[in-house]
């Protein structure tokens, strides 16, 4: 039988659970703890000098904190194309993911990925931030926070198919599961010695996360996107985005971070982390120039976004091959990927689906055609292990086939989970007003000076249609408020 709830019985239910798992956490945690020997020792987590090749620690320590930088350029990019009166939900599903995420694969992910384990998961000796010590040239902790940020930049592009209208809570909980249930077992089967490391004889090449990270996440995106349906004024109202030079900043935080993103995945301040970085140039500025070349021969004019699209395009591209084939390679690759995603946004703009900001057609078409050509045009004169042929090209494909069949079952099956708890979508009438106010009580913009003023008269149903509780001003006829924001 079907099990129904109204709103408040399933928000209750959903806060006893996560506080049960909270408490599950802790009481483990706890118990971990506990059974460390206390010792005045140094901890063994610190490492003699001569064990860490402090180049590549300092390289990848830098490129850290450039991944995480992303984040921000995220939210920007995903925030100005939004309606003004949901650019703060929007920008907070990114900026949310740095918590959410940092923690689950801390805890679990890491490990999951990346400890001794089998062909399609890795073990739990990480687990709980257990047995960090060492490292393969940089330190092991180091290793954790930088495929940390590749994870939480993953989980936060999911984000850009179902702004305006996913519930928040609902969202919190489906990319703490997805970061440890999706992104960790394809981070193994990619670099953590798992099931792509041998697929029919060979490797499958993925030198910076065309798979595991724009592929798997344009994926579930897709599919999560379709599960909510569409937005309530989908092909009824022409929604413009609010705020075109927010995109343009976080496009060019985007292309400033993905040197990070690509040059890191190097793991050393050598030639190979060079060439990545000089790809990481070509490539997006090859696809900024063949989209211009597009929208002037399509419109007649060069749009900004059409623009700022390029360039992650053109990123999410040359992302699988960074550091394994030419630089004039990967010329050839900014400007082909640019091809079938422009297609594929032009096309999805007049179809049904709701994929609100084209996570699919430019992460996913992107990294798909990125992940083919890697296969065709890696060269061991430029780090490629292997030189470009037909049968490293059926290698990839085999790879990206799977990765596609994993991330849609495995997001339809956690989206259907978290639907028994907390219901995904957004109520109709939050959804109309926008969703800033009602989910956090907050506005992007406000007109005038200061606060509305709302009568507490008329204000109950008002401040419940806000999703939060009245309270009246002592000795005054009025309560601050928020709502009145514009679209």
């Keep these: 039988m079907k099990m129904k709830c109204n709103r408040s019985s399933c928000e209750s239910w959903f806060r006893a659970s996560l506080l049960a798992s909270l408490l599950a956490v802790s009481m483990t945690v706890g118990t971990a703890v506990a059974q460390t020997p206390a010792t005045g020792a140094v901890p063994p987590v610190i490492q003699p000098e001569a064990a860490i090749d402090t180049a590549a620690t300092a390289w990848l320590l830098m490129s850290t904190g450039l991944v995480l930088f992303m984040v921000v350029g995220l939210a920007l990019f995903y925030g100005g194309l939004v309606r003004r009166k949901n650019v703060l939900n929007t920008m907070m599903m990114s900026f949310v993911a740095l918590g959410v995420v940092a923690i689950t694969w801390a805890l679990f992910g890491y490990s999951l990925a990346y400890a001794d384990g089998g062909r399609f998961v890795g073990g739990t000796g990480h687990f709980f931030l257990n047995n960090l010590s060492g490292g393969d040239g940089v330190p092991l902790v180091l290793d954790l926070a930088f495929q940390g940020a590749f994870a939480i930049i993953a989980t936060a592009l999911v984000s850009g198919a179902v702004v305006e209208r996913m519930r928040f809570s609902a969202y919190m909980l489906f990319i703490a599961l997805w970061s440890v249930l999706i992104y960790a077992p394809l981070a193994h089967w990619a670099w953590g010695g798992g099931l792509f490391d041998n697929l029919f004889g060979r490797s499958a090449i993925d030198f910076a996360g065309g798979t595991v990270v724009h592929i798997n996440a344009a994926v579930s995106a897709l599919v999560l996107a379709l599960l909510l349906g569409k937005r309530r004024d989908h092909g009824l109202k022409a929604m413009l985005p609010h705020q075109i030079p927010f995109t343009l900043l976080g496009a060019g935080i985007l292309w400033f971070g993905w040197?990070?993103?690509?040059?890191?995945?190097?793991?050393?301040?050598?030639?190979?982390?060079?060439?990545?970085?000089?790809?990481?140039?070509?490539?997006?500025?090859?696809?900024?120039?063949?989209?211009?070349?597009?929208?002037?021969?399509?419109?007649?004019?060069?749009?900004?976004?059409?623009?700022?699209?390029?360039?992650?395009?053109?990123?999410?591209?040359?992302?699988?091959?960074?550091?394994?084939?030419?630089?004039?390679?990967?010329?050839v690759v900014g400007a082909l990927a640019v091809l079938p995603c422009y297609w594929a946004i032009t096309w999805r703009t007049n179809s049904s689906i709701d994929d609100s900001l084209d996570v699919f057609a430019a992460h996913g078409i992107g990294g798909i055609v990125g992940a083919l050509l890697t296969g065709v045009l890696v060269s061991t004169a430029w780090g490629g292990e292997v030189g470009g042929s037909l049968a490293q090209l059926a290698t990839q494909a085999a790879a990206i086939a799977i990765s596609i069949a994993f991330s849609a079952v495995g997001t339809l099956a956690i989206a259907t989970g978290v639907r028994l708890l907390v219901p995904l979508r957004a109520v109709?009438?939050?959804?109309?007003?926008?969703?800033d106010v009602p989910m956090h009580g907050e506005e992007g913009y406000t007109d005038g000076e200061g606060a509305l003023l709302i009568p507490v008269v008329s204000s109950s149903k008002a401040a419940q249609f806000a999703g939060r509780g009245v309270k009246s001003r002592a000795g005054k006829g009025f309560e601050e408020g928020a709502i009145g924001g514009k679209a």
């Design 428 to 435: 109709e009438a939050h959804e109309a007003m926008g969703l």
């Design 259 to 331: 040197f990070g993103f690509n040059g890191g995945s190097a793991y050393a301040a050598d030639t190979v982390a060079a060439v990545a970085f000089l790809n990481t140039l070509l490539a997006p500025a090859a696809a900024l120039v063949v989209w211009a070349l597009l929208d002037m021969r399509r419109a007649g004019k060069v749009t900004a976004v059409g623009l700022a699209t390029a360039i992650v395009v053109g990123l999410v591209g040359i992302t699988p091959g960074a550091g394994v084939m030419s630089p004039l390679a990967a010329l």
